[in-house]
């Protein structure tokens, strides 16, 4: 029998489904009556509301606490068993009424694909008969072993006395329903409101689950007509074969509060095993099978997948899943957790505090003591912003629940003599991944503060400072674990990459290495990269020589021109007439037609001229756009008249300066590997090894770095347009495979390694696996999107234009890029009409068009290696893992040692991001320019491959040379061609960013980037951003205005003036930097940079200011954490002047604190996000976050305000953000 709560009449307030908008010809909801009970049946006794052929058990406690022991059900097993209600004792229903139907249900053997009548008010056999007279009925339907489907059916009454009365069915979506469990379905319906319909899986509103087959707004039939329940539905005699308990029909809307009190679900706990428990550890055990697929308890204790130790009940995250290629895989889903330790606690009574996301429970010698519930259902943003504001407050410096943690607390009292057995159980991941912060913390009798649970005796504040110290010393933890696991996986490939390894020295054995050239008399020289640089110098240096008097200069007045003009048709290796114009000895020789397009010294045999000056329409240059003015013709003729000078580079100087000072050398170094300037600390250790090596020393050091990674992510990022979005996806959205990058540059992972991943694109593609690479939002050909991409990095190919038709100034074929992308895709590869030129549109206007269409729309491409100009595709068959997977034959076709455009591509951007500018000047289109150290190039890439295709041995190539350390020549804009010596380069906009932060030690705190804090939803989160690239585009411009992340949103405005892009919808190698307006305004007045210059309390300046110094020792300390480098005399001076006057009196003793009540911060996020107040909260937030943290009480404010001045004037400095 159940309990109580069944035996009473269900009474609730209204709910009202926020989610619907208001009908007009819908029913009044507010005019509903508050819903009660029609009718119940307890299959305990043989009442007069009908008999059933069988009892069976029903749900019973300890698994089902709502029930009595001895509950008994209903169980059919034929047409024949039922259960009737005569007409006149069953409750109808008409238009405007509502009901809910709330039954426990567990089918058994019902047959797939057919539809069975559980209940019907009527006669469910008349369907499409005059007398037709279901009122309502229910209904179930098996959609496979482990789903099923619930409706609502009834016929509607017909306009016309004497019509048919049409039958209108809704059903469900498919849910997770087993015939060997039981569960609780509550379905609520207002007749006359079609989107009224909701349902209930387990106490769980089942969002956007459910369509009307036919919907009406009419009620339904007025007839008599028995109730049955089970029985035949006269449909080949299906019937309903299933246990049914607790079935009760009300008349009126249950609210989801009393819906999700309807069930309860209470599994027997564990026996304690003190033998598996160790003292001073927290056994921790991980099931991921025979855990329900929902938010409740597993029926019997799961089998443990894996045991793991900790040394307190404190749980945020998990290591990563690896798949057997070592790549990110997705999470188990629906995990069981339990964590079990032996503690010793005082003797007294303590206070115990349990926290979790998911459902827990909290036992103690296997007594339970608290447990806290599952989550809410999602509204899809209409929770209440209201519901934050009941909250445990349990001390002054207790830690508040961040969102989506559900808490509990009791008292505990223990004899002091024996330790106790202490366990946490939860089940998580079911909606996403994620624990939140799952914790057992305690307060001991007779004090106020809280602190982790532990079986040792360490002490962990359980205080918001506490808890950001142990949550950051765990993640060195799981990045341990997670490193260690990686590389266990990928050791499982190291026979197949030791088999590339000798392939690769076999190929370097059996090709001719290039010979060093020596090093040109009275050139400095570090390494064999000096020995290239020096001999093109010296080639160059004789043919060097400046136009004398007014005539015009190539670099200045002519190749602007031709590149504004001319590059689009007549520059790289495919060009309109056969005409290059990007180089003198090509346009000398001319074109297909026209002879020489330049004729040094003879303007009237000069092709070009006659070009740019007909009126010809079919034969003038350019052929679209503005026509050359009379001042830009006059120019061209003049410099032609005068030899057409044109030197092979555009160098302001040959002569080498000396090196950088070591102070500069290490600021430049330590920018361009970790890409932050190095730390007070890192300065003391270069400064104090005295050794002739130290250079190198502090170069091998920054190499190992683990910051390495971060700061080569901005710029694969773009390479690699990686592209995940928070919200609705949009064009070329990708997964979030920044996560396998980072992990491989940690890890210095080979390059062909790399390229071998991403092609395969295995592994999660939502969690951070090389599977996001294949991901390309709303893109009718995705494959073909990541062919382009792959092709620009790693063979410098630009294949973009080629994705609709040839490429018009390239010489891909769209029929190339098809084969590419059909590769990726293994099979075959249709091309689609959607995004293809269509062919009657090429000759419009009459004139030749200036793109060619050699494919046809909709024909199958094969997978074809396009490339055999770099490689035969016959390499793929001794060096793909598997020769038959297209994939593989790509990524080893790609990466081959034969294939040497692959490793030219790879060290040449390396060298652009070390010394400014390319080998080959666009190092992601190499059509466009050509080598200007061919040799060198060459050189490196067979150094490349000789490393193992390292990226840090190519670096320190570079880096350790002299043209790499030479100090830099103030009056240069750009990197020249021959690296005479560097130009001050200006920090990208992650450099920007993580400086200011690095160097003015102000905490990056930003927000989660998530719009589902709480976890309600299925939402993509990126995790808590601590650098610049793990930032991404917010997206929510379509959104409602309370979807803002406003301290993020800050950085991004900060990173966008400075070239940083949040959407990356195609690849990018080389970004905008050109100088804008919004660049000295945003260092200067910026929200994020009123942050890193006010002194707050967590500040690093702050934190130095404290410290028991004298102001000399301030303002060098102060000097090279800013600048990397001691004051002058005359900054000395300054800040003496500025800073001398109150410094011995600067710090203020700290004042009585008031006594405040404390107030848990609000947050808005989806699941509340179209709450009315949300809004309002959000622009809380917003005005919070411009404000920042308030600046501190232990500086005086005097002394304080003009220390920050003098941050704020360091910090816009030129010197501060260019690498000199």
């Not at 920007?992 to 932060?997: G, H, M, N, R, Y």
């Given at each position: 029998?159940?309990?109580?709560?069944y035996?009473?009449?269900?009474?609730?307030?209204l709910?009202?489904?926020?989610l619907v908008?208001?009908r007009?010809a819908?029913?009044n909801?507010d005019?509903?009556?508050k819903?009660?009970?029609?009718?119940?049946?307890?299959f305990d006794?043989r009442?007069?509301?009908?008999?059933w052929p069988?009892t069976?058990?029903g749900?019973?406690?300890?698994?089902?606490?709502?029930?009595?022991?001895?509950n008994a059900?209903?169980?059919f097993?034929?047409a024949?068993?039922?259960?009737?209600v005569?007409?006149?004792?069953?409750?109808?229903?008409?238009?405007?009424?509502a009901l809910?139907f709330d039954?426990?249900?567990a089918?058994?053997?019902l047959?797939e694909?057919?539809?069975?009548?559980?209940?019907?008010?009527g006669?469910?056999?008349?369907?499409g008969q005059v007398d037709?007279n279901?009122?309502?009925?229910l209904?179930?339907?098996?959609l496979?072993?482990?789903?099923?489907?619930?409706g609502?059916?009834f016929?509607?009454?017909p306009?016309?006395?004497?019509a048919?009365?049409v039958r209108?069915?809704w059903?469900?979506?498919?849910?997770?329903?087993?015939g060997?469990e039981?569960?609780?379905i509550a379905?609520?319906?207002?007749f006359?409101?079609p989107?009224?319909?909701?349902?209930?899986i387990?106490?769980?509103?089942?969002?956007?689950?459910?369509?009307?087959e036919?919907?009406?707004?009419?009620?339904?039939v007025?007839?008599?007509g028995?109730?049955?329940?089970?029985?035949?539905?006269?449909?080949?005699?299906?019937?309903?074969?299933g246990?049914?308990?607790?079935?009760?029909?009300?008349?009126?809307v249950l609210?989801?509060p009393?819906i999700?009190?309807?069930?309860?679900?209470?599994p027997?706990p564990?026996?304690?095993?003190?033998?598996?428990?160790?003292?001073?550890?927290v056994?921790?055990e991980l099931?991921?099978?025979?855990?329900?697929?929902?938010?409740?308890w597993?029926?019997a204790?799961p089998p443990?997948?894996?045991?793991?130790?900790?040394?307190?009940?404190?749980?945020f995250?998990?290591p990563q899943?690896y798949v057997?290629?070592?790549?990110r895989?997705?999470?188990?889903?629906?995990?069981?957790?339990?964590?079990s330790?032996l503690?010793?606690?005082?003797?007294g009574?303590?206070r115990?505090?349990l926290?979790?996301?998911?459902?827990?429970r909290l036992?103690?010698?296997?007594?339970?003591?608290?447990?806290?519930?599952?989550?809410?259902?999602?509204?899809n943003g209409?929770h209440?912003?209201s519901e934050q504001?009941t909250?445990?407050?349990?001390?002054?410096?207790?830690?508040?629940?961040?969102p989506?943690?559900r808490?509990?607390?009791?008292?505990?009292?223990?004899?002091?003599?024996?330790?106790?057995?202490?366990?946490?159980e939860?089940?998580?991941?079911?909606?996403?991944p994620?624990?939140?912060?799952?914790v057992i913390?305690?307060?001991?009798?007779?004090e106020?503060?809280?602190?982790?649970?532990?079986?040792t005796a360490r002490?962990i504040?359980?205080?918001d400072a506490?808890?950001?110290?142990?949550e950051?010393?765990?993640?060195?933890v799981l990045?341990?674990?997670?490193?260690?696991r990686?590389?266990a996986?990928?050791?499982g490939q190291?026979a197949?990459?030791?088999?590339?390894r000798e392939a690769?020295k076999?190929w370097?054995?059996?090709t001719?290495?290039?010979?060093?050239?020596?090093l040109?008399?009275g050139?400095?020289g570090?390494?064999e990269v000096?020995?290239?640089l020096?001999?093109?110098?010296?080639?160059?240096?004789?043919?060097?020589?400046?136009?004398s008097g007014?005539?015009?200069?190539?670099?200045?007045?002519?190749k602007?021109l031709?590149?504004?003009r001319?590059y689009d048709?007549?520059q790289?290796s495919?060009?309109?007439?056969?005409?290059?114009?990007?180089?003198?000895?090509?346009a000398?020789?001319?074109?297909?037609?026209?002879g020489?397009?330049?004729?040094?010294?003879?303007p009237?045999a000069?092709?070009?001229?006659?070009?740019i000056r007909t009126e010809?329409?079919?034969?003038?240059?350019?052929?679209k756009?503005?026509?050359?003015t009379?001042?830009e013709?006059t120019?061209l003729?003049?410099?032609i008249q005068?030899g057409?000078?044109w030197p092979?580079?555009?160098?302001?100087?040959?002569?080498?300066?000396p090196?950088?000072?070591d102070m500069?050398f290490?600021?430049?170094?330590?920018?361009?590997?970790v890409?932050?300037?190095?730390h007070?600390?890192?300065?003391?250790?270069?400064?104090?090894d005295?050794?002739?090596?130290?250079r190198?020393?502090?170069?091998?050091?920054?190499?190992?770095?683990?910051?390495?990674?971060?700061h080569w992510?901005?710029?694969w990022?773009d390479?690699?347009?990686?592209?995940?979005?928070?919200?609705s996806?949009?064009l070329?959205n990708s997964g979030?495979?920044?996560?396998?990058?980072y992990?491989?540059?940690?890890d210095?992972?080979?390059m062909?390694?790399?390229?071998?991943e991403?092609?395969?694109?295995?592994?999660?593609s939502?969690?951070?696996?090389p599977?996001?690479?294949a991901?390309?939002?709303q893109n009718?050909?995705?494959?073909a999107?990541k062919?382009?991409?792959l092709a620009?990095?790693?063979?410098?190919v630009e294949m973009?234009c080629?994705?609709?038709?040839?490429?018009p100034a390239?010489?891909s074929?769209?029929?190339?890029?098809?084969?590419l992308a059909?590769?990726l895709?293994?099979?075959?590869?249709?091309?689609?009409?959607?995004?293809?030129v269509p062919?009657?549109?090429l000759?419009?206007?009459?004139?030749k068009?200036?793109?060619q269409?050699?494919?046809?729309?909709?024909t199958?491409?094969?997978p074809?290696?396009?490339?055999?100009?770099?490689?035969?595709e016959?390499a793929?068959k001794?060096?793909?893992a598997?020769?038959?997977?297209t994939?593989?034959?790509?990524a080893?076709?790609i990466?081959?040692?034969q294939?040497?455009?692959?490793?030219?591509?790879?060290v040449?951007?390396?060298?652009q991001?070390?010394m400014?500018?390319?080998l080959?000047e666009?190092p992601?289109?190499w059509?466009k320019?050509?080598?200007?150290h061919?040799?060198l190039l060459?050189?490196l890439?067979?150094?490349?491959v000789?490393?193992?295709?390292?990226?840090?041995?190519?670096?320190?190539?570079?880096i350790?040379?002299?043209a790499?350390q030479?100090?830099?020549?103030?009056?240069l804009?750009?990197?020249e061609?021959?690296?005479?010596?560097p130009?001050?380069?200006?920090?990208?906009?992650?450099?920007?960013?993580d400086s200011l932060f690095?160097?003015?030690g102000?905490?990056?705190k930003?927000?989660?980037l998530c719009f589902d804090l709480?976890?309600?939803?299925?939402?993509r989160?990126?995790?808590?951003?601590r650098?610049?690239w793990?930032?991404?585009?917010?997206?929510?411009?379509?959104?409602r205005?309370s979807?803002?992340?406003?301290?993020v949103?800050?950085?991004?405005?900060?990173?966008e003036?400075?070239?940083w892009?949040?959407?990356?919808q195609?690849?990018?190698?080389l970004?905008e930097s050109?100088?804008?307006?919004?660049?000295?305004?945003?260092l200067?007045?910026?929200?994020?940079?009123?942050w890193?210059?006010r002194?707050?309390d967590?500040?690093?300046?702050t934190?130095?200011?404290?410290k028991?110094?004298?102001?000399?020792a301030?303002?060098?300390?102060?000097y090279?954490?800013?600048?990397?480098?001691?004051?002058?005399?005359?900054e000395r001076?300054?800040a003496?002047?500025l800073?001398?006057?109150?410094?011995?009196?600067?710090r203020?003793?700290?004042?009585?604190?008031?006594?405040?009540?404390r107030?848990?911060?609000?947050?808005?996020?989806w699941?509340n996000?179209?709450?009315?107040?949300a809004?309002?909260?959000a622009?809380?937030?917003e005005a919070?976050?411009r404000?920042g943290?308030?600046?501190?009480?232990?500086?005086?404010?005097d002394?304080?305000?003009r220390?920050?001045?003098?941050?704020?004037?360091t910090?816009?400095?030129?010197e501060?953000?260019?690498?000199?």
């Amino acid at each position: 029998m159940p309990s109580s709560l069944y035996r009473c009449s269900a009474v609730a307030v209204l709910f009202v489904c926020a989610l619907v908008q208001a009908r007009a010809a819908a029913p009044n909801a507010d005019a509903l009556p508050k819903p009660v009970t029609a009718a119940v049946w307890h299959f305990d006794v043989r009442d007069a509301l009908g008999s059933w052929p069988a009892t069976v058990p029903g749900p019973r406690p300890p698994l089902h606490p709502l029930f009595a022991k001895d509950n008994a059900a209903a169980e059919f097993r034929s047409a024949s068993d039922q259960l009737v209600v005569p007409g006149e004792k069953a409750s109808s229903f008409k238009h405007g009424e509502a009901l809910t139907f709330d039954f426990w249900i567990a089918p058994g053997d019902l047959k797939e694909k057919q539809p069975v009548f559980l209940l019907a008010k009527g006669d469910p056999n008349r369907a499409g008969q005059v007398d037709d007279n279901l009122n309502y009925g229910l209904t179930v339907e098996r959609l496979s072993s482990s789903a099923m489907r619930i409706g609502l059916c009834f016929a509607a009454e017909p306009e016309k006395p004497d019509a048919v009365p049409v039958r209108h069915q809704w059903w469900s979506g498919s849910l997770a329903l087993t015939g060997l469990e039981w569960h609780h379905i509550a379905l609520t319906y207002t007749f006359g409101d079609p989107t009224s319909v909701m349902i209930y899986i387990n106490g769980r509103m089942q969002l956007f689950s459910g369509k009307w087959e036919k919907s009406t707004l009419r009620g339904p039939v007025q007839r008599d007509g028995n109730l049955r329940i089970g029985g035949s539905s006269g449909k080949q005699q299906a019937f309903y074969a299933g246990r049914v308990d607790a079935l009760t029909l009300h008349r009126g809307v249950l609210d989801s509060p009393t819906i999700e009190k309807l069930y309860a679900l209470q599994p027997p706990p564990p026996p304690a095993n003190r033998n598996e428990v160790k003292p001073g550890e927290v056994r921790v055990e991980l099931c991921t099978e025979g855990v329900p697929p929902r938010r409740e308890w597993p029926d019997a204790s799961p089998p443990v997948a894996e045991v793991m130790t900790a040394e307190a009940f404190g749980f945020f995250e998990l290591p990563q899943v690896y798949v057997a290629s070592g790549v990110r895989g997705d999470p188990p889903g629906t995990t069981f957790l339990r964590a079990s330790a032996l503690v010793q606690f005082p003797k007294g009574r303590h206070r115990l505090l349990l926290r979790a996301r998911g459902i827990s429970r909290l036992l103690i010698d296997g007594k339970q003591l608290r447990d806290t519930p599952a989550p809410p259902s999602s509204l899809n943003g209409h929770h209440l912003t209201s519901e934050q504001e009941t909250y445990l407050d349990l001390g002054p410096d207790f830690r508040f629940a961040p969102p989506g943690n559900r808490e509990e607390w009791c008292e505990f009292e223990s004899a002091g003599d024996k330790p106790h057995m202490v366990v946490l159980e939860t089940v998580f991941g079911t909606v996403r991944p994620g624990l939140g912060e799952t914790v057992i913390a305690w307060s001991r009798e007779g004090e106020t503060s809280w602190q982790l649970l532990s079986p040792t005796a360490r002490h962990i504040p359980y205080t918001d400072a506490g808890w950001a110290a142990y949550e950051a010393e765990q993640r060195k933890v799981l990045e341990r674990i997670d490193t260690e696991r990686r590389l266990a996986k990928r050791a499982g490939q190291n026979a197949y990459w030791e088999r590339r390894r000798e392939a690769a020295k076999a190929w370097l054995a059996q090709t001719p290495d290039l010979p060093v050239p020596p090093l040109p008399k009275g050139m400095p020289g570090h390494n064999e990269v000096d020995h290239f640089l020096g001999a093109r110098i010296a080639q160059v240096a004789p043919t060097y020589k400046h136009v004398s008097g007014n005539g015009p200069d190539f670099y200045r007045d002519i190749k602007p021109l031709l590149e504004t003009r001319c590059y689009d048709c007549h520059q790289g290796s495919k060009t309109k007439g056969g005409l290059r114009l990007d180089k003198l000895a090509a346009a000398v020789q001319g074109g297909d037609s026209d002879g020489p397009a330049i004729t040094p010294g003879k303007p009237e045999a000069s092709a070009l001229l006659h070009r740019i000056r007909t009126e010809e329409e079919d034969a003038v240059m350019p052929p679209k756009g503005a026509r050359l003015t009379s001042r830009e013709i006059t120019l061209l003729e003049t410099w032609i008249q005068q030899g057409a000078n044109w030197p092979e580079f555009r160098v302001s100087t040959l002569e080498l300066p000396p090196l950088a000072d070591d102070m500069t050398f290490l600021r430049r170094v330590t920018l361009d590997t970790v890409g932050v300037p190095p730390h007070e600390n890192e300065i003391r250790d270069f400064l104090a090894d005295t050794s002739p090596n130290r250079r190198t020393n502090v170069i091998d050091r920054l190499l190992k770095d683990p910051r390495w990674a971060d700061h080569w992510m901005g710029y694969w990022l773009d390479v690699l347009a990686e592209n995940p979005n928070l919200l609705s996806g949009s064009l070329n959205n990708s997964g979030p495979f920044r996560w396998w990058i980072y992990e491989s540059l940690r890890d210095d992972q080979p390059m062909d390694a790399f390229v071998t991943e991403l092609v395969r694109m295995e592994g999660s593609s939502n969690i951070g696996g090389p599977a996001g690479f294949a991901v390309a939002g709303q893109n009718d050909a995705p494959l073909a999107e990541k062919g382009a991409i792959l092709a620009s990095a790693f063979l410098g190919v630009e294949m973009k234009c080629a994705r609709c038709h040839d490429a018009p100034a390239h010489v891909s074929k769209q029929e190339e890029l098809f084969q590419l992308a059909a590769m990726l895709n293994k099979a075959p590869l249709k091309v689609p009409t959607t995004s293809s030129v269509p062919t009657d549109k090429l000759h419009a206007g009459g004139r030749k068009p200036l793109i060619q269409v050699t494919l046809k729309p909709g024909t199958q491409v094969q997978p074809v290696w396009p490339f055999a100009r770099f490689c035969s595709e016959d390499a793929a068959k001794n060096l793909a893992a598997d020769p038959k997977n297209t994939r593989d034959q790509l990524a080893a076709l790609i990466t081959a040692p034969q294939n040497e455009r692959f490793a030219e591509v790879m060290v040449n951007r390396v060298w652009q991001r070390l010394m400014g500018r390319g080998l080959v000047e666009n190092p992601g289109d190499w059509e466009k320019s050509e080598p200007s150290h061919p040799e060198l190039l060459r050189w490196l890439a067979r150094e490349f491959v000789r490393s193992g295709y390292s990226l840090k041995a190519v670096s320190r190539l570079i880096i350790t040379s002299h043209a790499y350390q030479r100090a830099s020549i103030p009056e240069l804009e750009n990197a020249e061609p021959l690296y005479v010596g560097p130009p001050p380069r200006r920090m990208n906009a992650e450099q920007i960013v993580d400086s200011l932060f690095a160097t003015t030690g102000k905490p990056f705190k930003l927000e989660e980037l998530c719009f589902d804090l709480d976890g309600i939803s299925n939402m993509r989160t990126l995790g808590q951003p601590r650098r610049a690239w793990m930032l991404t585009s917010t997206s929510n411009e379509r959104d409602r205005p309370s979807l803002t992340l406003p301290r993020v949103q800050a950085v991004i405005t900060a990173l966008e003036a400075f070239g940083w892009r949040g959407a990356r919808q195609s690849p990018v190698t080389l970004r905008e930097s050109d100088p804008n307006v919004l660049q000295p305004a945003v260092l200067s007045n910026g929200v994020m940079s009123a942050w890193a210059v006010r002194l707050s309390d967590d500040h690093g300046i702050t934190q130095l200011a404290m410290k028991e110094q004298s102001l000399d020792a301030f303002i060098e300390v102060f000097y090279l954490r800013l600048l990397t480098r001691m004051p002058t005399d005359k900054e000395r001076a300054s800040a003496r002047e500025l800073l001398g006057s109150g410094y011995a009196e600067r710090r203020v003793s700290a004042s009585a604190k008031t006594n405040v009540k404390r107030v848990r911060p609000k947050y808005v996020t989806w699941s509340n996000h179209l709450d009315g107040p949300a809004n309002a909260l959000a622009q809380e937030l917003e005005a919070n976050a411009r404000r920042g943290d308030p600046p501190t009480t232990q500086l005086s404010a005097d002394w304080r305000e003009r220390l920050e001045d003098l941050l704020w004037q360091t910090v816009n400095l030129p010197e501060w953000l260019f690498i000199r």
